[in-house]
């Protein structure tokens, strides 16, 4: 028998008779793997599922508890989701490649995890306003953060980058690593605590595999080398999967992100960019454009210096999508309650008619 508490299972309510809680360690397509007290299984979703989502938050990921059908001759069903401590969620912009975006959705990547290591790579595909992006999702996501900048032995200095990251983020920890020479590794003991989880979050090729390999101290996921034309990796991870490393840890490795659509990052906003939005209240009036207005903070800020122009940047670009994202969703949310109870409607008057 598995004691699921090594998972991170605390039972929060009281499991209906036929029931068994467990955990999602792997998700493809539609198919999932959980862990249970009888060890893993496959499982599939009830029906319910599919009859009363709204958003993508209501099917269960990668980390989630849920309740199972248990079926030890076959697949189990997954009956429920249980409540989150923590999810990392990104925009799921559906008609996007069309040049519109017909959908919002919120996509959630992982849940119940206690830190999230935003990966990043030394090569010259090393982008600032890119990890910031990261960092305001995952100060939403009820995880702690932390930077890790990888393949340190492909550079002879990275002093330059870290200190861009470190001053842009003031108050997270950031680690240089290298998986191939163990460099830094050490670093990250106080995070691989028994019945923690982690997620890897970043883009393809930053050396997300490498590093879990090096965390697991064998080889569990591939890794391909980078290319020589832009210094990337080549693609390795497809799904999203939950490993158990030998000290207890847990770890669950993502397939890299080609974009990060910001979702309902109003505190993570707020709290990254505290700076940026206590001056903004110290302009003479509350609706200040902050353009050519008379008293405008911000502008002496950005005039003296005290305010960096990419920081005033970065904090007007991820306003602007989230703004754009929320204006979105809550539109779609609303057309979708419209249409269900149109829906409704209908039905009970057709009932009624025929009767």
């Known amino acids: 028998m598995i004691d699921l ?10 499991v209906p008779g036929g029931l068994l809680p467990s955990r999602v360690i792997e998700l493809r397509r539609e198919h999932y793997t959980v862990i249970t007290e009888h ?6 979703l ?63 990547v992982a849940a119940n995890f206690d830190y999230v290591f935003i990966l990043s790579s030394l090569n010259w595909d090393f982008k600032v306003n890119r990890v910031m992006r990261y960092l305001t999702q995952s100060r939403q996501s009820g995880g702690r953060p932390v930077v890790i900048l990888t393949k340190a032995d492909l550079v002879d200095d990275f002093s330059m980058p870290l200190a861009d990251i470190r001053n842009a983020a003031t108050d997270m920890p950031v680690h240089a690593v290298s998986a191939h020479t ?32 090096a965390l697991m101290k064998q080889e569990v996921m591939a890794v391909k080398a980078i290319r020589e034309d832009d210094s990337r990796g080549r693609h390795t991870t497809t799904h999203r999967q ?23 990052a109003d505190e993570g906003i707020r709290v990254g960019f505290a700076d940026v939005e206590e ?5 003479r009036f509350r609706d200040c454009h902050h353009d050519t207005e ?60 025929e009767l």
């Open 242 to 264: 939950l490993f158990m490393l030998p000290h207890g840890v847990m770890v669950i490795d993502t397939p890299g992100m080609r974009e990060l659509g910001l979702f309902g």
């Open 46 to 108: 009830k029906g319910s599922f599919y009859h009363g989502a709204e958003t993508g938050d209501d099917f269960p990921c990668v980390g989630d508890f849920v309740l199972l059908q248990y079926n030890d001759n076959g697949v189990s069903r997954i009956a429920k989701l249980l409540p989150r401590r923590s999810k990392f969620s990104r925009a799921d912009f559906a008609g996007h490649a069309a040049g519109y975006v017909k959908t919002v959705l919120e996509q959630v």
């Open 294 to 353: 008379p008293g405008c903070a911000v502008l002496t800020a950005l005039a003296d210096g005290s305010l960096p122009r990419e920081q005033w940047e970065r904090y007007l670009t991820q306003r602007q999508e989230n703004r754009f994202v929320d204006d979105k969703t809550g539109y779609l949310v609303e057309k979708r309650a419209r249409n269900k109870s149109i829906s409704m409607f209908s039905k009970r008057m057709k009932k009624n008619r």
């Open 39 to 44: 060890g893993e299984t496959r499982a599939v």
């Open 5 to 14: 508490k090594q998972y991170g299972y605390i039972e929060t309510e009281a």
């Open 182 to 213: 163990g460099y830094g590794l050490g670093e990250l003991s106080e995070y691989l605590q028994p019945g923690k989880t982690i997620v890897f979050l970043g883009m393809s090729g930053v050396g997300k595999s490498s590093l879990l390999n």
């Open 279 to 283: 001056i903004i209240t110290r302009c």
